[in-house]
């Protein structure tokens, strides 16, 4: 169906575009594809080089302090 392509791409099984992350949000044209992004992202804090929380800057309009980052697909063991 759908599949990342790096941290900012979303294409679908030929390869076309059918989303991209600009300035923090994705932008599409089709809620279906919105829908997946939310199913297989999620909000996290952001952490700096040494592992320590980023906090918000009050005089920017983004929130620095919380970041999205893919889902990893958990895969069964085998026995």
Same mark, same amino acid.
Not at 58 to 70: D, F, G, L, S, V
């Given at each position: ?6 941290? =900012? ?7 076309? *575009?059918? !989303?991209?992350? %600009?300035? +923090? ?9 919105? =829908? ?7 909000? *996290?804090? !952001?952490?700096? %080089?040494? +592992? ?23 895969? %069964?063991?085998?026995?």
């Amino acid at each position: 169906m759908y599949r990342f392509e790096g941290e =900012d791409m979303v294409v679908n099984s030929r390869g076309d *575009v059918m !989303a991209q992350k %600009s300035h +923090g949000e994705w932008l599409t044209k089709e809620q279906d594809v919105l =829908d997946w992004i939310s199913e297989n992202t999620e909000k *996290v804090r !952001a952490r700096n %080089s040494k +592992g320590h929380y980023i906090k918000d800057d009050p005089t920017t309009p983004e929130n620095e302090a919380w970041t999205t980052k893919i889902k990893k697909k958990i895969k %069964s063991k085998t026995k």
